[in-house]
């Protein structure tokens, strides 16, 4: 799990805008967020990413990378970001860094009742990273993504949380959380 801190540009001074979650999907750097957590908005044009990561549970996440967006698809809501150099703009091995990648699930079988884990930074009553539980609770179906575009849970998805990983019980990805706005 990472964070992303957004930077922006507020009236002349590099400012953090916004938060989200995300999720380390390669090892060599690559990230599975939510596309409104990395892209500019109406307000505020995006400058950099910001990669935290949390090593330990009871700690805020420190701050270590910049990072691009590789990919993005603002209908679905999905982005791919990739580390690219420390804080100090050296490139990094992050492969080296022996962060584990999420192994990949199996959306399609999900079922009606299957438990589901969200982890994520909601930013909601502390800076830490969070687990909610749920199930899945339903199904949206959306052009042309099919009729399994996006899972419905019961867990609770705060703001921040967006991006970060929804995963069956055995730490599968199986989607991106979606903190409802």
Do not use: C
């Amino acid at each position: 799990m990472v964070q992303s801190v957004v930077v922006i540009n507020l009236d002349g001074q590099f400012v953090q805008g916004w938060t989200g979650s995300g999720t380390v999907i390669s090892e060599d750097g690559l990230i599975l967020t939510n596309a409104h957590v990395v892209l500019s908005d109406r307000f505020y044009e995006v400058e950099d990413l910001v990669v935290a990561i949390t090593t330990e549970q009871d700690q805020p996440p420190g701050p270590m990378f910049f990072a691009d967006v590789v990919q993005a698809d603002a209908r679905l809501d999905l982005a791919v970001i990739k580390v690219r150099s420390d804080l100090d703009g050296a490139p990094v091995n992050f492969g080296a860094l022996g962060i584990e990648p999420v192994k990949i699930g199996q959306a399609e079988s999900l079922q009606l009742g299957d438990p589901i884990i969200i982890l994520g930074y909601p930013g909601i009553g502390g800076e830490m990273i969070t687990l909610t539980r749920g199930e899945v609770s339903g199904f949206t179906s959306e052009v042309p993504y099919g009729n399994r575009a996006f899972i419905n849970t019961s867990a609770t998805i705060a703001g921040g949380n967006s991006g970060g990983l929804a995963a069956t019980p055995r730490g599968e990805i199986i989607g991106v959380g979606l903190s409802q706005k």
